[in-house]
């Protein structure tokens, strides 16, 4: 079983910057993946970014260059870093987690379950 407790929402000007935090419980041996998806009112589920089998993160192309993803593993901890933020951007922000084999035809990590989620809202 793996629990993932979001935190860092909330609302921002355009422009702006916010820091997400995932904290991730583990009581299961089988190895995992975490990463970022968002889900705007509307839309489908969006990944934005992930920590593959070997430690690295990548971000997804919508986000590459104002998001950025880092790992604290001894406080088990996944942020995400989001710069110049865009009215666009408003959406619930969820970690997820996923079976590291699970790869998709962009070579980006399969998610199978998530957290509750924060909001970000990108307004003026």
């Known amino acids: 079983l793996v629990q993932l407790t979001e935190s860092g929402g909330g609302s921002v000007q355009p422009g702006g910057s916010l820091r997400l935090s995932c904290v991730v419980t583990?009581?299961?041996?089988?190895?995992?993946?975490v990463g970022w998806i968002r889900q705007a009112p509307g839309n489908e589920r969006e990944g934005i970014g992930g920590?593959?089998?070997?430690?690295?993160?990548y971000e997804a192309d919508a986000v590459k260059g104002r998001f950025t993803l880092s790992k604290d593993s001894a406080e088990r901890t996944l942020y995400l870093q989001m710069t110049n933020l865009k009215p666009e951007d408003t959406a619930m922000y969820y970690c997820?987690?996923?079976?590291?084999?699970?790869?998709?035809?962009?070579?980006?990590?399969?998610?199978?379950?998530w957290g509750q989620g924060t909001l970000v809202t990108v307004t003026s």
């Open positions: 920590v593959d089998r070997d430690g690295r993160t």
């Open positions: 583990a009581s299961t041996r089988k190895d995992f993946c």
């Open positions: 997820a987690v996923g079976d590291c084999k699970e790869i998709d035809g962009q070579g980006h990590l399969v998610w199978e379950a």
